[in-house]
């Protein structure tokens, strides 16, 4: 699937499924809530703090889907195409970033 067809996609769930799109502050705290999520699966898969019982059959995968699904509606509400928008910024990070990671020391 494209970035595209995800975005047609996602927008043919929320006008049938979901009826309309939250507005775009509820859709930014619901996306912070769900990089929220995410965060908390990485501290205790990949970090030191441990899982509670009732967190271990949590699906680090899913939740990212839910990151992305919200990041993909507030680019719907907000006219963003996700494809432009994502080669124009690998284009900016090549030029800005050409030489900056290769020559970090931290990164050797």
Known sequence: MTIEEAQKMVDQWITTTGIRYFNE???TAILMEEVGEVARIMSRKYGEQSFKKSDEAVD??????????????????????????LEK??????????DRHRNNEKLK
């Open 89 to 98: 910024n690998l284009k900016k990070k090549s030029i800005r970033d050409a």
């Open 25 to 27: 502050l509820t859709n």
């Open 60 to 85: 680090l995968g899913d939740e990212m889907a839910d990151v992305l699904f919200v990041l993909i509606c507030l680019a719907n509400q907000t006219g963003i195409d996700l494809t432009a928008a």
